[in-house]
């Protein structure tokens, strides 16, 4: 049985295989493709859509509690060109 996860975009549940995984490295949001890098993790849809909700409501700061300002510029640009 696989593991529940909530987008953070959407806020919808579903199983973890379905959904990307997001960490903090070196304070820029890096996509973790196989879900084994360190650290808190966020997880959302490889939507575009909710992609996008997550920034604009800033959603990933919150889920992984850093308190600064992320660096999201790398992490748009690699989905992006995945999308």
């Known amino acids: 049985m696989d593991p529940v996860r909530t987008c953070v975009g959407c806020r919808a549940r579903a199983p973890?295989?379905?959904?990307l995984r997001v960490v903090v490295q070196g304070?820029?949001?890096?996509a973790d493709e196989k879900a084994v890098l360190p650290g808190r993790g966020a997880w959302v849809?490889?939507?575009?859509?909710?992609?996008?909700?997550?920034?604009?409501r800033r959603?990933?700061?919150?889920a992984l509690r850093v308190s600064s300002d992320l660096d999201?510029?790398?992490?748009?640009e690699t989905h992006q060109r995945k999308g």
């Open 45 to 56: 849809h490889r939507t575009d859509a909710c992609v996008q909700a997550a920034l604009r």
């Open 72 to 76: 999201t510029q790398t992490f748009q």
């Open 27 to 30: 304070g820029s949001l890096v």
């Open 16 to 19: 973890r295989s379905a959904l």
């Open 59 to 62: 959603a990933f700061g919150r």
